[in-house]
């Protein structure tokens, strides 16, 4: 019913900068808060940024000042602007937003993940 399409990922070299995508789609009534996840290697998932509905933004502490989200509500889609890479950002990133469909209660949905190599 619901699907979260993420693109952007890429291999980049340290320093670089890279834009993560993700387009929400379905029987969408309204979406809540958007966020970007990451999981490296042998780590647990970890909530990089956040944005709310009203454009509220939340961030890890080791990616401020670096990343930047943003949403465009008008085309259900969530960014993640990333400068000042560093091989410690390297992980698969997730997408995850909280999605009221029509006829029902809100929600997570996740999309399917798109891989940041940061390396030289």
């Known amino acids: 019913q619901v699907q979260l399409v993420e693109s952007g990922g890429g291999l980049v070299q340290p320093g670089g900068s890279l834009r993560l995508s993700c387009t929400a789609s379905?029987?969408?009534?309204?979406?809540?808060?958007m966020g970007w996840y990451r999981q490296a290697p042998g780590k647990q998932r970890e909530l990089v940024a956040s944005?709310?509905?009203?454009?509220?933004?939340n961030y890890v502490d080791s990616v401020k000042g670096r990343f930047t989200i943003s949403r465009d509500n008008a085309k259900n889609t969530v960014y993640l602007q990333m400068n000042g890479l560093k091989p410690e950002d390297t992980a698969v990133y997730y997408c995850?937003?909280?999605?009221?469909?029509?006829?029902?209660?809100?929600?997570?949905?996740w999309g399917q993940g798109t891989q940041v190599t940061v390396s030289s």
């Open positions: 944005i709310t509905l009203g454009g509220t933004t």
């Open positions: 379905g029987s969408i009534f309204s979406i809540y808060t």
């Open positions: 995850n937003a909280l999605i009221n469909i029509i006829g029902s209660i809100p929600r997570g949905y």
